[in-house]
């Protein structure tokens, strides 16, 4: 047996206790943060393959800002839920394709964000502004899937370069802008849905909800 191997592991425990401790940052970005391959994070979190070296492990713990017992074996304790920022998520499904905006929206529940992830991916400290909504449809789809979940700053309403939640005609939407000389122009990632072209005069029309900043789906 090779002196780091783990022993007495237990696979699925350890890939669930990993999901928890790297939640809400995605799988690929942690992947690339600790140097790990893709494919290998991915195996871990399912409980396949064989256990991580105990080097690997406890990298991956340090990364994570959990311990490595907890991390292995689950003793002791894990992610500290005192030390994390809550974002609401609401009842309203944004259609990556069309959708119903309710603007007395019910509240769910809060959603959990790490302090060091809003420093580091957010580049902020505070969830003042933000919500955590739904997206439907698959219009979006490669870069937002049927069912995942996106962190939206409502605080941003002026319109720019990005993916906004946003009202039209009625409809909740969730899409991708881009500003031309003539006004704005809607694209779809999905390149079996055509692009919606909006002339200046008719930009009054749209209510921003506000600009996605993360996106939240199955690795």
């Known amino acids: 047996m090779d002196a780091h191997e783990l022993v007495d592991f237990d696979y699925q425990g350890f ?3 990993l999901s928890e401790a790297i939640f809400p940052e995605k799988p690929f970005t942690f992947a690339q943060r600790t140097g790990v391959p893709h494919a290998t994070l991915h195996k871990y ?3 396949q393959g064989t256990s991580p070296r105990l080097d ?11 311990t490595l017992e907890w991390l292995v074996w689950g003793d002791g304790d894990g992610p500290k839920g005192n030390d994390f920022i809550k974002v609401p998520r ?12 309710n603007e007395a929206r019910q509240w769910v529940e809060d959603v959990p964000f790490t302090p060091e992830f809003f420093r580091k991916v957010l580049n902020r400290t505070s969830a003042t502004g933000l919500s955590v909504l739904e997206a439907r449809g698959d219009s979006m789809f490669p870069t937002i899937h049927d069912g995942a979940m996106v962190l939206v700053d409502e605080g ?3 319109i720019a370069d990005g993916i906004f ?11 991708r802008f881009r500003r031309t000389i003539t006004g704005l122009t809607i694209i779809s990632d999905n390149p079996a849905y055509p692009a919606e072209e909006i002339d200046t005069p ?3 029309a749209l209510q921003i909800i506000g600009q996605v900043l ?3 789906q199955a690795l």
């Open 90 to 101: 609401f009842s309203v499904e944004l259609a990556a394709g069309h959708g119903r905006w």
């Open 165 to 175: 939640a946003f009202v039209l005609d009625g409809d909740a939407r969730l899409k």
């Open 45 to 47: 979190l399912k409980g």
């Open 214 to 216: 993360w996106v939240s």
């Open 202 to 204: 008719q930009l009054s």
């Open 15 to 17: 890939g669930q206790r």
């Open 56 to 66: 690997i492990a406890a990298h991956l713990s340090r990364a994570a800002g959990v």
């Open 156 to 158: 941003q309403h002026r």
